[in-house]
């Protein structure tokens, strides 16, 4: 999906105009339920335009187009880098619309994923959006994005009855772990405390540094958090991805897990216990594939003990 900014002050014509205008007649249920235009059946090309250009000059305020990669127009949306309020120091997404016979496609997903980059890499930490009452859809659409809602309003322009919606903004974290697994078939695992999810336990490893794959990384990551230098990753068992707060950051941290034989021994030497300290890692212990099915505290990934139930394949 590519993603084309509206130009302020550019007036809008011709072959544009008519995609857009063809975009917002064919969501009449948004529109009856809105009361943005007179007739939602009979939306005019002059009405888009007006309606388009009275959002372009609000100060802050980014119209964009979502077209296919070979130019078709699908949605649009509309943000703003914050609120009227002063006490709302989010930006927020104003309107997200994909035309109704491009809709179960994942185009949806794809542009709301791809306003929320933009909004990252512009430094804001959360976005906020309002879904009008009785848009059962769209609540459902948003909330399935990991908003959340935090107040029913009325909104500011019409007086119409809303929820207000709230998300963070979380930066993607690359990122890798191994499986040590000891002769009697026990794995390593640590118990951390996290300030968002809470207590659970984790594989050796951690975030990735920069220009570094995944399996160098599971490497400096398992001598950094045991002293162990002399294991090297085998296969990858799986990849996963979760959210959690890092450092006060919210992250969604994409890992490569992979596994391997070790002995069975304790972490230990240089640097090992203030590693711990900074990963806020409580403590660690070897644990049966017994244990790992009766734990009532998380374990990540979930599912574990079935994937080293499953591993080595046959042969090894």
């Known amino acids: ?12 014509q011709g072959p544009l105009l008519t995609e857009l205008t063809a975009l917002y007649a064919s ?3 948004f529109h009856r339920l809105s009361g943005d235009f007179p007739d939602p059946d009979d939306i005019r090309p002059e009405q888009v335009a007006r309606a388009l250009a009275g959002d372009l000059a609000v100060p802050g305020a980014e119209v964009l187009l979502a077209r296919t990669g070979e130019g078709r127009l699908v949605g649009l949306a509309i943000t ?16 997200l619309m994909v035309h109704a016979g491009e809709q179960q496609r994942g185009y949806g997903r794809a542009l709301a994923e791809r306003v929320e980059d933009r909004l990252r890499a512009r430094g804001h930490a959360a976005a906020r959006l309002a879904v009008l009452d009785g848009n059962h859809a769209g609540l459902a659409f948003w909330t399935a994005l990991g908003y959340e ?48 999810v809470g ?36 296969p990858l068992l799986c990849t996963w991805e979760h959210d959690f707060t890092r450092a ?27 590693a711990h300290a900074a990963d806020s890692i409580l403590t660690w212990r070897w644990w ?11 374990v990540w990934p979930p599912g574990l003990g079935r994937m080293l139930d499953a591993w080595p394949p046959e042969g090894d």
């Open 288 to 298: 049966t594939r017994r244990e790992l099915t009766e734990e009532r505290e998380p």
């Open 199 to 234: 207590v659970h336990w984790a594989l050796p490893g951690g975030g990735l540094e920069a220009g570094e794959g995944p399996r160098e990384g599971a490497v400096r990551e398992l001598a950094e958090e045991t002293g162990w230098t002399d294991l090297t990753p085998g």
């Open 27 to 29: 969501n009449r249920a």
């Open 149 to 196: 809602v935090l107040d029913q309003r009325v909104d500011r322009a019409l007086g119409r009855p809303c929820a207000v919606l709230r998300k963070p903004l979380r930066t993607p974290r690359p990122a890798a772990r191994i499986a040590v697994v000891d002769p009697e078939g026990s794995v390593l695992l640590f118990r951390y405390d996290n300030p968002e």
């Open 1 to 12: 999906m590519i993603l084309d900014p509206l130009a302020p002050g550019r007036t809008i």
């Open 248 to 274: 006060g950051v919210p992250v969604r941290q994409y890992e490569h897990v992979y596994v391997t034989r070790g002995p069975r021994r304790e972490p230990a030497g240089p640097g090992v216990a203030a």
């Open 80 to 95: 703003l880098d914050r609120h009227p309020d002063p006490a709302d120091p989010d930006p927020w997404i104003g309107l």
